[in-house]
């Protein structure tokens, strides 16, 4: 939540190899509801991934008082019950369970889903990750916070080490951010400068921030949008995020 009380979810896209990178991040059209989704930039690139995996609805809101954001094909599944009850069971999309860890072995990406919620009297973040037990079943961790104004959460896929044979997933507690901006565009400028990282690869490909209406129902005030592939040399301050450089 910004600190001026403004609820927003926020999304960061990268990449490593050249089908993650050939893609971006856009609004699709469905009706009054949001829809962000992951589009190719580069089709013959993107092709040399699974593109199952790189091509997928990242947000979703439904007509009352729910967003979900996942990096994965179940956005829709998720947005069909209040999480982690709406993933609890087997469910496959493109012959892949998208209620499990993804199979691009040997990474074996976390699967990460989202929720943010209107209550009553607060809005409830959901975080939920599934990745790979040692033994290869799915291990699936839930947190959830109440909005505070000032603060947010975000939760990585990876561990963050840039590993060069096999990348470790995320194993920690949503990371806890101080925000200092209550504007959708410099929100998303921060976040994509934090995406950097510190090491000499830059892996961005997109970054994006939806605020939303602080009523009872969930209404989208605002929506911003950075791909690296309009946007390569972005010089945003680092003001208000502060992660490790993540890669997919």
């Known amino acids: 939540m910004t600190p001026n009380n403004t609820p927003f979810v926020v999304y960061g896209l990268t990449g490593r190899s050249k089908s993650s990178k050939a893609r971006k991040l856009a609004l699709e059209p469905k009706g009054r509801r949001l829809m962000m989704v992951t589009k190719p930039t580069d089709m013959s690139a993107l092709q040399q991934g699974n593109v199952a995996l790189l091509i997928y609805p990242v947000m ?17 599944l998720a947005l069909k019950g209040p999480l982690p009850v709406a993933l609890m069971s087997p469910h496959k999309v493109h012959g892949i369970d998208v209620t499990s860890y993804e199979p691009d072995e040997p990474n074996f990406t976390p699967r990460i889903t989202a929720e943010l919620a209107r209550r009553e009297r607060h809005w409830l973040s959901t975080f939920l990750s599934v ?9 699936m961790t839930v947190n959830q916070y109440e909005l505070v104004p ?24 949503p990371i806890r951010m101080d925000i200092t901006a209550n504007d959708p565009r410099l929100l998303c400028e921060h976040l994509y400068a934090a995406l950097r ?15 939303l209406s602080p009523g009872k129902r969930v209404v989208t005030a605002g929506v911003a949008i950075i791909n690296a592939s309009d946007n390569p040399d972005s010089k945003a301050s680092l003001s208000g995020f502060h992660l490790k450089s993540v890669a997919r």
């Open 60 to 76: 979703m809101a439904d007509d009352g008082r729910r967003i979900v954001i996942s990096n994965g094909a179940q956005t829709p």
């Open 150 to 173: 000032g603060v947010a959460r975000l939760l990585p896929t990876y561990a963050g080490g840039n590993e060069k044979e096999r990348l470790l997933p995320f194993i920690e507690d």
């Open 197 to 211: 990282g510190v090491g000499p690869e830059d892996y961005r490909v997109s970054a994006a921030v939806v605020t």
């Open 131 to 139: 990745r790979r037990s040692d033994g290869g079943h799915p291990l």
